[in-house]
């Protein structure tokens, strides 16, 4: 297999028929393309992915549990 740059990888016809790559939305960056996860289930569907917390965003809730 030839070595491709992530954009050709983001482009490529068979990864994105395969569902390789998601689109996460970002409340400060906007909406991206990310791996998804590379293994699948035969009976479960892909759950899909999240995006990480922004500084301090559970704090409240965490405080709350402690």
């Known amino acids: 297999m030839p070595v491709m740059s992530p954009l050709d990888q983001l482009a490529d016809v068979h ?3 395969r569902g390789d790559f998601e689109t996460i939305n970002h409340p400060v960056i ?6 998804a996860p590379p293994f699948r289930f ?3 569907p ?5 995006r990480a917390p922004l500084l301090g ?4 809730e965490i405080r709350r549990e402690w």
């Open 15 to 17: 990864f994105n028929t």
């Open 42 to 44: 035969e009976h479960l």
């Open 30 to 35: 906007g909406a991206g393309r990310y791996d």
């Open 57 to 60: 965003e559970h704090s409240d």
């Open 46 to 50: 892909l759950a899909p992915g999240t």
